[in-house]
């Protein structure tokens, strides 16, 4: 049975889907809404706390890297990537507050500003797997074999993709593709780093290259607030390519988080079908 | 600055052979699968690069060229 062949019904899709959009726009929400309020408390401190967190260790400068969207001088929607993952208090802290640095044109020296970055770019990051994970709960929920519940929640195993790249394929039984997809990211990613001098993961220098960078994960995280002192002394011959491989390695984790996601969620529909057949 | 032609072209089987392990990963499930279709898929994406950067060098030193 292929996997195209297995999908949720109409119902749990749209719970799904309403879940998903909950879980965006208030981390926590889409578990609340499930009746999962230890999880819902869980996501919504953890995102909250390094959203709010973050904002405050680097001044508010995240919002000299976002645009408002609008019509007629309103602000309907302030994009910014990735905090935006968290929506509604990244919508509220930029109603609230400006950046100290005016929009960048006065650099001021913020002693915990990589840190405040990363803390925010964690919690939106968060915030989107959080959707996922409400996601996989729902659709676990909805299988009636009684064995639904041992199965790894598909949400969980796209959060372990974030943590580690292909921990997730690994955790599903899948260990040839957690060990090859992990191991080419990784790779990727650090050949990338070091084309770059260990210098190049640097929000003020490429704020979209840098959104890309993040999507690597628990790797990524600690390498930018590891790398945060290290400096160029010259220009290097193959940094923008550094640039690109690190910047490919995250979007690359996200698609395999997304194979993570789908493939579990195959094996708990997959063991529903079993269970109609054999209740046949 | 402009590094060498040979690194440039390891660099690019490296991404080439990651962009085909996640492609690949992506559409299978089974080491089998994977593996048979890793080299294809690897090997397609570094010619269609080599030949646009091949386009991109003689455009450059001919139409392009400033003096030309």
């Known amino acids: ?280 | 600055m402009m590094g060498s032609p040979l690194v440039m072209i390891i660099l690019l089987l490296l991404f080439s052979v990651v962009l085909g392990v996640v492609v690949s990963c992506y559409r299978f499930d089974t080491k089998a699968e994977i593996l048979e279709s890793l080299p294809r898929r690897a090997a397609t994406f570094a010619i269609v690069v080599s030949m646009f950067a091949v386009v991109a060098y003689v455009l450059s030193a001919v139409v392009l060229m400033p003096a030309a």
């Not at chain 1, 919002?63 to 929506?87: R, V, W």
């Not at chain 1, 519940?149 to 949400?155: A, C, H, V």
């Open chain 1, 1 to 280: 049975m292929t996997t195209q062949d297995l999908a949720p019904c109409e119902s749990t899709r749209a719970q799904i889907a309403s879940t998903v959009w909950f879980s965006v726009l208030i981390p926590g929400l889409g578990h609340f809404l499930q009746n999962q309020r230890n999880w819902a408390l869980f996501w919504f401190a953890l995102c909250q706390s390094l959203l709010i967190g973050g904002f405050y260790l680097a001044d508010y400068t995240q919002f000299d890297y976002g645009n408002p969207l609008g019509i007629g001088g309103n602000t309907i929607i302030y994009f910014l990537i990735p905090e935006g993952g968290n929506f509604l208090t990244t919508q509220l802290f930029a109603r609230m507050y400006d950046s100290i640095e005016a929009g960048g044109r006065y650099p001021t020296e913020i002693p915990w500003r990589n840190l405040g970055y990363v803390m925010s770019a964690m919690s939106g990051l968060l915030s989107l797997f959080g959707a996922a994970h409400a996601a996989g709960m729902a659709s676990r929920s909805s299988v009636k074999s009684s064995h639904a519940n041992r199965m790894l929640n598909p949400g969980t195993a796209a959060l372990l993709n974030l943590m580690l790249p292909g921990l997730g394929h690994w955790k599903t039984g899948r260990k040839f593709k957690g060990l090859i997809l992990g191991s080419s990211i990784l790779t990727l990613f650090i050949v990338g780093m070091m084309l770059g001098d260990w210098a190049d993961f640097d929000r003020q220098r490429h704020s979209y290259y840098w959104v890309g960078q993040m999507c690597v994960g628990a790797p990524g995280w600690l390498s930018a607030i590891l790398s945060e002192s290290a400096r160029f002394t010259s220009v290097l011959p193959y940094q923008d390519v550094g640039l690109l491989f690190t910047t490919s390695a995250g979007f690359f984790n996200i698609v395999a988080s997304l194979d993570a996601f789908h493939r579990a969620e195959h094996d708990v529909l997959l063991l529903d079908t079993k269970s109609t057949e054999v209740r046949k």
